[in-house]
């Protein structure tokens, strides 16, 4: 069975960081393309940020560039998502998901940015 | 950056067929864009039911299909089930990722 799961999401002040992470089972993890999208409430579906199969590869919705950073960890079978200088409009549910025959998504986890 | 549009709501009969269309305001859609569908239903994660234009995935049901069509990618959905009801998003790839605005799909 496929599994993503999210966590690390939570309360922050603007400015503050948080790292979110989502360990997946059930596919070959270092074989795909993964990526962070988001979902503000109420709103349609952003992407975040991907990431290849080896961590070469980064690329980054204008918004996030230079405060957020996609990584993966092959070994762990889990990928991560480091977001510093967080503001207000970062206010949404984070879903990890995967790429191709491997497109299962997360149950997401809720960041929120407010003082 | 691109934008990707979608048809904001459509309506189908029971039993019926539709079909949601994506399009790219810097030209016509191709397989090079990778478009992928997604499903949402209110309270609940996405989830993926084509990728690559036309490759359903292992839970995608067979009535769900993919495809181009006059430089958009196109799902067409044949014989409309009540559960079939949910927000449709698209997404084109341009090296990152764009999705559209989402298709309200109403089943009635």
């Known amino acids: 069975e496929v599994r993503l799961v999210e966590s690390g999401g939570g309360l922050v002040q603007p400015g503050g960081s948080l790292r979110l992470s989502c360990a997946v089972s059930g596919f070959t993890f270092s074989a795909y393309w993964m990526m962070w999208v988001r979902q503000a409430p109420g709103k349609g579906l952003e992407w975040v940020a991907n990431i290849n199969q080896d961590g070469s590869e980064k690329y980054y919705v204008d918004p996030v560039k230079g405060r957020f950073t996609i990584s993966r960890d092959n070994a762990k079978s889990s990928l991560y998502l480091q977001m510093d200088s967080l503001r207000a409009e970062d206010t949404a549910v984070y879903y990890c998901?995967?790429?191709?025959?491997?497109?299962?998504w997360g149950q997401g986890t809720l960041v929120t940015v407010s003082s | 950056q691109a934008v990707v549009t979608q048809e904001p709501s459509l309506t189908v009969s029971p039993g019926g067929t539709v079909t949601l269309t994506c399009g790219s305001s810097i030209g016509a859609v191709t397989s090079g864009h990778w478009p992928y569908w997604y499903q949402q239903t209110p309270g609940q994660a996405p989830r993926t039911l084509i990728y690559?234009?036309?490759n359903r995935l292992s839970w995608t049901p067979a009535r769900f299909s993919g495809f181009l069509l006059g430089g958009k990618a196109a799902l067409t959905l044949s014989g409309a089930q009540p559960e079939d009801e949910a927000e449709y998003y698209c997404?084109?790839?341009?090296?990152?990722?764009?999705f559209g605005g989402g298709t309200k799909l109403t089943v009635l």
């Open positions: 998901a995967g790429s191709g025959a491997a497109a299962s």
């Open positions: 690559d234009t036309n």
């Open positions: 997404s084109l790839s341009y090296g990152g990722v764009v």
